[in-house]
């Protein structure tokens, strides 16, 4: 067994040995700008992009290649949709819905639409992180130009109703945008089927390389682009592809379509032995998140009595993470966890386990085995002391 251990592919996930395999010739003997129309090196690069963006469309159900717009990441897609349709709906109403859940990508975003006038309402979940489909229709009103739900949360996992969603949607007339970072490549996604309008997705999520995404824009859907200049991507974003990251993202999409189902079912079997284990040796464990309704590799659990900053200073060589990390009391919770109705101290003893396409089964016995050795010895000092450790991790 390697050490670290990482445990965090809600974060990122480490590059696919293939993918960047697919990526390397476009670094070096490949450099060609795709828009370079006069030469064979032009020529070549489009090509491989246009391979990408069909990799990309088949993993999604896209109708067409064309539907499929190459974009920084989820952050920058999730601004292309929400600012691109505002501004393109203007004159059709002012009026988003949203979810309390979403990544800060959509949710910074609906503040900056607010700021320019528009009405954004943000929709409660339970306490499993589910959105009710209903409390959608009830929002949508005649102003309504676009709704925006995330397929799947990143920090709890709960995967919402999307198909619900969408039949509310089309019936209402109205544009659904899904945040599906971390769903593309872990569930099976197909617009069509969903009635989804808008879906952004990124590499780094499904074992790409960082700084690369798409946003799926169905044909017919307006959309006013964020940058201009040059006219790439089907005028929705200018600027020259970062060919090498596109390629990796279509060798990434291809290989979460060929291996998903496989690969979904053996991580479940990690991730439920993970919970199996802790929850067997440790009382007073509770899950965030949709017991069932929720991505398989995501394990996100509240040790009541012992801080996540504490556990996770002391459990320096298993990578975990926890939304509401903070040295101070000042610090705010996790806005999910908060939204699920997870009281504040509790908020601040929650860790998120992410397991993904290289996680093993001697990595989950090492994890769970540190997490109830670590959890009981923190759960056995002061508080005083549970900071101390923190303090003395953040001086080093
Ligand atoms: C990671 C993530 C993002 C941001 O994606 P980047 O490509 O890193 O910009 C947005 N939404 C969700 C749900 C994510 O998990």
Redesign the pocket.
């Known amino acids: 067994m390697k050490f670290p251990i990482y445990l965090d592919y809600?974060a990122t996930t480490p590059v696919d040995p293939r993918v960047l395999e697919a990526m390397l010739p476009f670094f070096s003997e490949q450099f060609g700008n795709p828009a370079s129309r006069t030469h064979v090196f032009g020529w070549r690069a489009a090509e491989a992009v246009d391979v990408a963006r069909a990799q990309v469309a088949a993993l999604l159900g896209a109708r067409s290649p064309e539907e499929i717009a190459f974009t920084s990441?989820?952050?920058?897609s999730?601004n292309l949709a929400l600012k691109g349709v505002a501004r393109a709906c203007r004159d059709k109403g002012g009026h988003v819905v949203t979810v309390a859940t979403e990544?800060r990508?959509v949710l910074d975003g609906c503040k900056r639409l607010e700021e320019d006038g528009l009405r954004v309402t943000y929709l409660p979940v339970d306490k499993h992180g589910m959105v009710s489909p209903d409390a959608v229709r009830a929002a949508i009103t005649g102003g309504t130009v676009l709704v925006s739900v995330?397929a799947a949360n990143?920090e709890v996992g709960t995967l919402a109703p999307l198909a619900e969603i969408g039949r509310i949607t089309r019936e209402r007339g109205v544009l659904l945008h899904t945040?599906a970072?971390?769903a593309v490549g872990k569930i099976q996604i197909d617009v069509e089927a969903l009635g989804v309008d808008l879906l952004?997705l990124?590499a780094?999520?499904l074992c790409g390389p960082k700084g690369v995404?798409a946003l799926y824009v169905r044909r017919g859907v307006r959309l006013s682009p964020q940058m201009d200049g040059g006219g790439h991507e089907f005028g929705l974003r200018s600027g020259t592809l970062n060919v090498p990251g596109v390629v990796g993202l279509g060798k990434a999409c291809d290989i979460c379509r060929l291996e998903m189902a496989e690969e979904t079912a053996r991580v479940r079997t990690w991730r439920d032995r993970l919970h199996a284990e802790i929850a067997g040796a440790l009382d007073n464990v509770s899950l965030n998140g949709h017991p069932a309704e929720r991505l398989a590799g995501n394990l996100n659990l509240s040790f009541a009595g012992a801080t996540a900053d504490a556990v996770m200073a002391t459990m320096k060589e298993v990578a975990v993470s926890s939304a509401s990390a903070c040295t101070t009391a000042a610090v705010e919770p996790s806005h999910v966890l908060r939204a699920m109705g997870v009281k504040r101290l509790l908020s601040h003893c929650s860790i998120r386990f992410g397991l993904g396409r290289f996680t093993t089964k001697e990595e989950v016995d090492y994890a769970a085995r540190r997490v109830i050795e670590v959890v009981r010895a923190v759960r056995a000092m002061p508080p005083m002391e549970q900071l101390a450790i923190v303090a003395a991790r953040d001086r080093c």
């Open positions: 809600q990441g989820a952050t920058e999730d990544h990508a995330m990143n945040d970072a971390q952004s990124s780094h999520k995404g």
